[in-house]
T-cell receptor, first 115, second 116 residues
Framework: KAGVTQTPRYLIKTRGQQVTLSCSPI?????VSWYQQTPGQGLQFLFE???????NKGNFPGRFSGRQFSNSRSEMNVSTLELGDSALYLC??????????????FGSGTQLSVL | AQKVTQAQTEISVVEKEDVTLDCVYE???????LFWYKQPPSGELVFLIR??????QNEISGRYSWNFQKSTSSFNFTITASQVVDSAVYFC?????????????FGKGTRLSVIA
């Protein structure tokens, strides 16, 4: 079974641009979560989608958004990029809902650098 | 509010030494789950263990063992006879599934370096 796939692996953008990251969950998993990882803040929850509905959202500004498609693939978008958005963005899928009880399977992440 | 503290930021050991990674958690719920994940240099977090709050039995899996103590709100992880391949960042996490779809909350992680 293929694991969680995130594309692209690396991205370099400049301030003010926008970016879209993609995540394909493990086949059969309907829950997709996104986390931002930085050296200073660690792993911070962005949002979770289940069956195309956002079930939970972390404490991030509205510039961060996401969506999930009918095939469970998910995208997250960051508009008006700031230097502080430089981070590793990790996607995780889960068979369970709600998210809290099941184990998460993570992708390798997208490393975003904002210059 | 839920919180996970991993006081050890970095640990360095020589191969074959035993090492224990500490995890202390805070929660108001009686039902919760505790997790450990490993993040190797490749980036993806790898699930190691899940423990629910009603099961305080310690668990051993090969060289890995976990000690869950509700009395001290700790869920510590021990690697016996460490190997270079154990070098990674290890995260402890907590979830409260009955508190309205709360996500996993992670500690800041402990970077383990095993030196040959």
């Amino acid at each position: 079974k293929a694991g969680v796939t995130q594309t692209p692996r690396y991205l370099i953008k400049t301030r003010g641009q926008q970016v879209t990251l993609s995540c394909s969950p493990i086949s059969g998993h309907r829950s997709v979560s996104w986390y931002q990882q930085t050296p200073g803040q660690g792993l911070q929850f962005l949002f979770e989608y289940f069956s195309e509905t956002q079930r939970n959202k972390g404490n991030f500004p509205g510039r961060f958004s996401g969506r999930q498609f009918s095939n469970s693939r998910s995208e997250m978008n960051v508009s008006t990029l700031e230097l502080g958005d430089s981070a590793l963005y990790l996607c995780a899928s889960s068979l369970d809902a709600p998210q809290g009880s099941g184990k998460l399977f993570f992708g390798s992440g997208t490393q975003l650098s904002v210059l | 509010a839920q919180k996970v503290t991993q006081a050890q930021t970095e640990i360095s050991v020589v191969e074959k030494e035993d090492v224990t990674l500490d995890c202390v958690y805070e929660t108001r719920d009686t039902t919760y789950y505790l997790f450990w994940y490993k993040q190797p240099p490749s980036g993806e977090l790898v699930f190691l263990i899940r423990r629910n709050s009603f099961d305080e039995q310690n668990e051993i899996s090969g060289r890995y063992s976990w000690n869950f103590q509700k009395s001290t709100s700790s869920f510590n992880f021990t690697i016996t006879a460490s190997q270079v391949v154990d070098s990674a960042v290890y995260f402890c996490a907590l979830s409260e599934p009955h508190s309205g779809n709360t996500p996993l909350v992670f500690g800041k992680g402990t970077r383990l370096s095993v030196i040959a």
